[in-house]
């Protein structure tokens, strides 16, 4: 293993984070020196240089990449951290002000950035988009662009829909399958916008956290690209939310809240309404990645940890 002071420096903005957390926990095997950049909250990593800084600052985002070797960039300014889908929440601030600071704080060799998309972002143009997709857009353009000016070797991921427990804080994130994971144990209905043909492709935050070290190991094969992260097997809503039910039924011992469909709220927009599939054999082949948590194993996690 090389001296310490040898090892690259990876800094994590926004380690904190739901995926932030998992990705900090895969970069811990590694023999890499980590810095872990977030707004208010530490994680338990021992061995980790922490900065908590205010991301919108330019000279906070110029300190936490200093003598940096990689970049992985997860940081996202969020409306409302309590609930999925709240009034709103849809206008998270992001990224494209981060990444342009980034990228004229850049001095020496360009580091390596990997920057957390969406899958959203694969969507045919033409087809509606929020400003969440929108912000997220802008953002790869610009990535992409300074990795053709060759200040950073860019590399933007595009992770379906994230869900499971994260290691080193437990959290199940603020997405769908947590909130609804959270009814049914209350002992409310589960509830749908759609009919729940609707098609998600859920991915652990496991093998997603995985999907971005492996991007950070492969530049020279992903640098300048956009990059799907899926498992390719996308599944109907309505299933998932019923096997939840089930499963909160078995450790409660009631019967199975019912799965009800109700009407959108006015502030729902196109893509709560389309099938997501987010394949991905490209990012596989050039990588050797592959999901690893199977669905129900990972509904199970969720439910250990939000378990009363």
Not at 105 to 125: D, E, K, L, N
Not at 129 to 153: C, F, M, P, S, W
Not at 155 to 184: D, E, N
């Amino acid at each position: 293993m090389p001296p310490t002071e040898k090892r690259p420096l990876v800094a994590v903005l926004g380690a904190s984070g739901f995926l932030g957390a998992a990705v900090t926990a895969e970069l811990t095997r590694l023999p890499v020196r980590l810095r872990l950049v977030s707004r208010e909250r530490r994680l338990p990593v021992p061995t980790a240089e922490v900065r908590l800084a205010d991301l919108t600052a330019p000279q906070a985002v110029r300190e936490a990449l200093d003598g940096a070797d990689a970049v992985i960039h997860l940081a996202a300014h969020l409306s409302d951290e309590r609930s999925w889908r709240a009034p709103g929440s849809e206008s998270e601030q992001l990224s494209t002000g981060l990444l342009d600071t980034l990228v004229r704080s850049v001095r020496g060799r360009p580091p390596i950035v990997v920057f957390a998309s969406t899958v959203q972002a694969s969507a045919p143009p033409g087809l509606p988009r929020n400003d969440y997709v929108r912000q997220k857009i802008a953002a790869e353009e610009l990535l992409a662009e300074a990795t053709r000016d060759g200040a950073v070797r860019g590399i933007a991921l595009r992770p379906a829909t994230i869900y499971g427990r994260t290691p080193l804080t437990g959290s199940t994130g603020r997405g769908v399958v947590a909130a609804m994971a959270r009814k049914a144990f209350a002992d409310e209905p589960i509830t749908m916008w759609h009919d729940g043909t609707v098609e998600r492709d859920l991915v652990h935050v496991t093998d997603t956290a995985r999907a971005f070290v492996a991007a950070m190991q492969a530049p020279e094969a992903l640098s300048g690209g956009q990059w799907l992260v899926g498992t390719g097997r996308p599944a109907r809503l309505g299933e998932v939310f019923r096997t939840l039910a089930d499963l909160v039924a078995a450790r409660t011992g009631r019967p199975p809240v019912p799965v009800v469909t109700v009407p959108p709220p006015d502030w729902a927009d196109a893509t709560d309404f389309g099938d997501v599939n987010a394949d991905p054999s490209p990012f596989a082949a050039a990588t050797g990645w592959r999901p690893l948590v199977r669905l129900t194993d990972g509904l199970s996690g969720v439910l250990d940890a939000l378990a009363p």
